[in-house]
């Protein structure tokens, strides 16, 4: 049985973070969403649990619990053998290859598999929607129903009308 650590922030979780989790949920025999328990974040961990949890509800072999400390470590205590990311871009690209390395030089059994994002996802980011967000434009379309709702709780409900992203 192939076990598979999916770790992010998850703050909150995007159509294009479900879009890797159901793509990784056809390739292995588990997946695990690991969340990090940073500070400062707009949703607590707990919510972010509850968001994802619901998210992925369809998804009989996706699981998600928070953690904290080093990627590699959670994911011997779950017992995953591989580590599930999103890629989104060149510079993205980058950034998770660094990564990727220093994960295999401190867990060598682990494997690093890299899923490239669907392009109608390829602009989603978490920070981004909690911008739109924050200055209420309508994010639902980007996320999925119940975490936009949360959004609406948190900041308002989106102001629909003519103004563009951006000013």
Not at 38 to 52: G, K, M, N, S
Not at 74 to 82: F, I, M, S
């Amino acid at each position: 049985m192939t076990i598979a650590l999916y770790p992010g922030g998850f703050d909150p979780i995007t159509n294009g973070h479900l879009d890797i989790v159901q793509r990784a949920a056809g390739l292995f025999d588990e997946v695990v969403i690991g969340i990090y328990g940073r500070q400062r974040q707009l949703f607590t961990v707990e919510e972010r649990l509850e968001l994802i949890r619901e998210a992925t509800a369809a998804c009989p072999n996706v699981s998600a619990a928070g953690f904290e400390g080093l990627v590699v470590n959670y994911a011997d205590v779950v017992g995953a053998q591989v580590l599930v990311r999103g890629i989104r871009a060149v510079t993205g690209f980058e950034t998770e290859f660094d990564m990727a390395l220093m994960n295999k030089k401190i867990a060598p059994h682990l494997e690093s598999v890299f899923l490239m994002s669907g392009h109608e996802h390829l602009f989603i980011s978490a920070s981004r929607i909690r911008e739109l967000a924050a200055l209420r434009h309508p994010v639902d379309d980007l996320v999925p129903p119940n975490v936009a709702q949360a959004l609406e709780q948190k900041f308002g409900p989106p102001e629909r009308g003519g103004a563009s992203a951006g000013g």
